[in-house]
């Protein structure tokens, strides 16, 4: 029977990323000190996510972003806790969020070695209506923090491929708040306890299946996808003889798309389509450390004709097509594209 002592052996995240940094004796546990502080970026943004009704946080807070859209008083409030949260752990050189149109650059005497993009709060056309919503980040080393003067420096030295990733990871504020994260051996998920104020382990070394029954795509676009996609999502619809078509599951929020196809298998597509010649996901806080964390749990990310993390960044906004997922899911949407190419 449970002793009761099950909960004070519980794992929290900073507990976890301590044990992690042992494994690297050279470290100075500059990663963990970041990651400590991209936490609690996401522990207040779910905290104002979860209140925005009750203080009236909804609706529009005016002015725009580099990605056009009306900006949500979330989206303000979740970008500037990121960065006021990171920029004070002393860890960065550069930041690069999905809400400014340039990177920002960390005062010379407040700088780290690091440098990080994110997306603050992911998915927030889903605000009002209370779906699940998240914040996505990707952490790269930069190659030499101290030569940095000005906004082209700064773009030039974080704009790596995502192979380079030094850990990437998202929130998702759902029905419960999960951060699930790698440091490139494995991928994690923790729960947040409300009681305790600490991600807890809940998910360790999380393994995508092989292969799964679900597919997820916004399918009102299909008038402008290119022929190759159309042909293997109607594949999945109509399988060969003898075989079930997948289900369709679609929430229009990348970070529960991927959480979900994460956990249960199958293949997330936002393809490029004839309104989105490079598709509309962005590539450096939401296509690579996705694809980063799929390719960690043995599944696969691809933008149909190359892997997502071998794609060298050329301006640190730009998009990519995005198909993630089950690794044999991904290698069939693959086969069509590379068919027609
Ligand atoms: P569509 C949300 O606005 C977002 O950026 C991603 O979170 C999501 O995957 C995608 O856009 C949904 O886009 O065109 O299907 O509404």
Redesign the pocket.
Known sequence: PPTGLEETDSVTLTRFVLHEQRKHPESQGDLTLLLTSVQLACKVTDSCVRKAGIAKLYGLAGGGNVSGDLQQKLDVISNETFKVNIESSQKVAVMVSEEEELPIVVEKHNRGKYGIAFDPL????NIDSNVTIGSIFSIFHLPDAEDIHTTDDAARQIMQPGRKIVAAGYAMYGSATNLVLSFGNGVHGFTLDPSLGEFVLTHPNIRIPRRGKIYSV?EGNCKNWDKSVAQYIHSLKFPSEGKSPYSLRYI????A?VHRTLLYGGIFC?PADKKNPNG??RLLYEGAPMAFIMEQAGGKASTGTENILDIQPHSIHQRTPVFMGSYEDVCDLESFCKSTS
């Open positions: 992911d998915g927030s056309s916004n229009g929020s990348m970070v798309d936002y509309k996901l």
